[in-house]
């Protein structure tokens, strides 16, 4: 079983309860959708105030981009920012080490019916089944 069919179930036993069948299908379609233009690995992204965010997609340490939200804009759920220099203070070296921040899709619950609604309409325009009957 892949990690999407993992998804995929979990969505239809455990979601159903708050979100109903159609959601759970339109959630499904828009997860397959995020899965597509995602990587199959998270990646480090980097940051730096000596950072450029032009044409830059953060993902090289010796060219890091210059603010945490252009890195999240190019970021998936699971992807790490590295920020330069924003973590604890080491005494000895006399410098600030690196910040690790990894990112996380979350969604509330149980999701509120404007969520719901958004996934609906979302899927209409965006059709996919994952496993087709």
Not at 18 to 33: R, V
Not at 111 to 122: A, I, N, Q
Request: a neutral charge; aromatic letters at 8%.
């Amino acid at each position: 079983m892949t990690l999407l069919d993992d998804i995929w179930t979990n969505i239809d036993f455990a979601g159903s309860e708050f979100w109903g069948k159609e959601a759970c299908q339109a959630m499904k379609n828009m997860i397959h959708a995020v899965a597509l233009v995602s990587s199959s690995e998270p990646v480090t992204r980097y940051v730096a105030t000596s950072g450029s965010d032009t044409g830059n997609d953060c993902t090289d340490e010796m060219n890091p981009c210059l603010t945490i939200g252009h890195a999240v804009s190019k970021a998936n759920s699971g992807d790490t920012l590295r920020l330069k220099s924003k973590g604890v203070y080491d005494r000895k070296k006399r410098r600030h080490g690196d910040q690790y921040v990894t990112l996380k899709v979350m969604l509330p619950d149980p999701p509120d019916t404007e969520l719901k609604r958004f996934v609906e309409d979302w899927s209409k325009t965006h059709p996919y089944k994952a496993r087709p009957d």
